[in-house]
């Protein structure tokens, strides 16, 4: 897991900022992004793809990674999904997530010494060498750090999500089309947290 990592230090990087998301496929709530840069690549809790740890695993993982990184977060709302596209939307988190970490980085960074690496193929429009890896959260300690707070993150936003709007099964589902979720759509109707470009593909 730390194969691409340890060859940018080779290069002379010594700042790799590892980049993920959580959110793309949902019917609703948003897109979250997070960006991570570990201070140090042994945990305890196990680190690896968000998608193949249990919810509990996630959890313990968290906040860990918490303490052992410097992060920052990127969170596209449902409206600007809608408006801008889920494509678009993810890249604009995944750019606030970076840009909310460079600003906890400080001002004394070296900026010829960082280098970023995110999940899957999306172009970024940074002013830092960037390279994208396919299943990047499976092969990355950096990228897989960064899938899990995106994706706790996000559960625990639509968590809420259930509170604030119940009958639609937010916090089993978490915003899926699961066939009790459409069920649910079509006796309620849609949510302010729904993303209504995306029913529209379904219905």
Known sequence: MLYYEKKLYSQGFDTIIGV?????????????????????????????????????????????ILNNSIFGLGIISESIIDRVNILNATRMAMQKAIEQLLENLGPGLDKSRVHIIVDGKMRLE?????????????????????????????????????????GYGFKQHKGYGTPGHLKAIRKLGLSSVHRKSFYSQQA
């Open 126 to 166: 940074l002013d830092y060498p960037c390279t994208d890896i396919i299943k990047g959260d499976g092969k990355s300690l950096s990228i897989a750090s960064a899938s899990i707070l995106a994706k706790v993150t996000r559960d625990r936003l639509m968590v809420e999500c259930d509170r604030l709007f119940p």
């Open 20 to 64: 993920d998301e959580a959110g793309r496929g949902p019917l609703a709530g948003p897109v979250v992004a997070a960006a991570v840069v570990l201070k140090k690549n042994r945990f305890d809790a196990r680190i690896d793809d968000s998608k193949k740890l249990s919810p509990r695993q996630r959890e313990e993982a968290f906040p860990e």
